[in-house]
């Protein structure tokens, strides 16, 4: 099994980056993963820069379903306890459960 990526929003945010990272990913190079606060953070900031919301949300919906298993839940309540900048607690609570649960 290929090691696992746990992306943060400034890396599947930009289409070219993305869209390579994610075709390394279906070649089985590693297994993507992300949280609904990752890719809400896309969104926002997809949004706030021009791009249709109907157009980002397509996207975010293909890579929902192309890759289901790489969505990371279960870890909300590690967010107020990290100390990080606040803006990021979300990220490492997502990557930190992900890390816990197969470790």
Known sequence: MAFTVFF?????????????LLRLADEGAFRPLWSEGVLEEV??????AGISPTGIDRRLDVMRT?????????????????????????VLAA???RRLMHS
């Open 43 to 48: 969104r926002r900031n997809a949004v706030a």
């Open 66 to 90: 192309y890759f289901p298993d790489a969505l990371v839940t279960g870890h909300d309540d590690l967010v107020d306890a990290l100390t990080c900048d606040p803006k990021d607690r979300h």
């Open 8 to 20: 943060d929003a400034c890396t599947i945010y930009g289409i070219t980056l993305s869209d390579f």
């Open 95 to 97: 990557a930190s459960a």
